[in-house]
């Protein structure tokens, strides 16, 4: 039996708008497969001048030729506690994060500004996979020069290289501070981008929750308070998922993603890296 005229009519209406749903599905899905490392990161590719690290009262540390690992103070604590390595943000450079050793180095430890590949001038490539290897293979130096305590801090996607090295590295890491972190980032994703599956587009996972799940040492969380770009449920539910014996969360109230630390007062840096030293204990 034949259809009706109108109703053939209206199936290859909806089989044409199917069909170009379904493209721009799938075009939009590989635009944000092929951005997404634009997305992520933001690799600024100017290497610390002569001039800059004179002002900071910072060098290059682990320099060899034209590459170098990260930057540290000039001036070093004495006597030193530790060795916090530092794992920045997607934007800018270890550079921009001179208020790390300003904070901590007054209370005798040890920063380095881990640099990652492509960022302040440095060669290699993008993503989870040169990241994490690089900051594996960065712990494991600053062991072997400085032996330990040694503790690792990273922020916002930081925080994810952060949790993978410390899952992943050989040398023991004492503890661990994570601010403005995500619990993984394709929770993240798919907040962001409710209609597209994110599962299969994206090709980093950072998936922090996994990473931490046998870590031992002590864990600190930093959420802020009004985060305006990965929202504070994220640091919750990161949070809740760690193992319970050894962790503590903080939340500071007024601060957003990227101002966080101008919020952060000196009792809250001694209380901090007190727990994590072991010097204070968790709260749970």
Known sequence: MKLPSKSR????????????????????SCAIYNLQYRLLYYPSPFKPTEESLLASSTKLWQSSGDDYRGLTATNE?????????????????AADRKFYPDALGVRGYRVILAEYPMYGGRKGKLGERAFVADGIETVHL???????????????????????????????IDGIVLITPWDTLESVAKEKFPLLPVRLLLSDKYDSIKNLISFKGKIAVVAAGRDEI?????????????????????????????????????????ELIGFVSGNVKDEQ
């Open 9 to 28: 009519k209206q199936r290859v209406r909806f089989s044409v708008l199917a069909a170009i749903a379904v493209s721009l599905l799938i075009l939009v």
């Open 77 to 93: 604590p004495r006597p030193c506690k530790g060795t916090v390595i530092v794992f920045h943000g997607n934007g800018g450079t």
């Open 230 to 270: 990965i929202p504070i449920k994220h640091a919750g539910n990161l949070y809740n998922s760690l193992p319970a014996n050894a962790k503590r969360m903080w939340t500071i109230e007024g601060a957003g993603h990227n101002d966080w630390y101008v919020y952060a007062n000196s009792s809250w840096w001694d």
């Open 142 to 172: 600053a062991f072997e020069e400085y032996g330990g305590p040694l503790y690792i801090l990273g922020e916002s996607l930081g925080s994810g290289v952060a949790a993978a090295v410390a899952g992943h590295a050989s040398v023991k």
